[in-house]
């Protein structure tokens, strides 16, 4: 199992920034993805961002290409999401996943992903 832990979360204002951590414990020898997801209230959980575990690669939608960037650091099990340019829209609960396998262009969805964190709210005021 992985467990996942995520932080970084709070009150900011439009057009700030703030980065979100998430550690990984147990099997995370295992990993071979970890993405972004997150969900606004009243709206389904939305994909953000997927990092390649071993390799480094990323995708990210057009919703928050260009402002956010995801990054790691397999020595400290840890990845990370600096969301620049922050927008009220952006506000939502945000949830670090892993995954074991590989999906191809399946990366964003929420059921191709083994483990969960327990989500960091997010909220940007105008």
């Known amino acids: 199992q992985v467990q996942l832990v995520e932080s970084g979360g709070g009150l900011v204002q439009a057009g700030d920034s703030l980065t979100l951590s998430c550690a990984a414990s147990?099997?995370?020898?295992?990993?071979?993805?970890m993405a972004w997801f997150r969900q606004a209230p009243g709206k389904e959980r939305e994909f953000v961002v997927v990092?390649?575990?071993?390799?480094?690669?990323?995708y990210y939608p057009d919703s928050v290409k260009g402002r956010f960037t995801i990054s790691r650091d397999n020595a400290k099990n840890t990845v990370y999401l600096q969301m620049t340019s922050l927008k009220p829209d952006d506000t939502a609960v945000y949830y670090c996943?892993?995954?074991?396998?590989?999906?191809?262009?399946?990366?964003?969805?929420?059921?191709?992903?083994?483990?969960w964190g327990q989500g960091t709210q997010v909220t940007v005021s105008s």
């Open positions: 996943a892993a995954a074991f396998r590989p999906s191809g262009s399946l990366n964003w969805l929420q059921g191709t992903y083994d483990y």
């Open positions: 147990g099997r995370t020898d295992s990993i071979y993805r």
């Open positions: 990092i390649s575990w071993s390799r480094g690669g990323t």
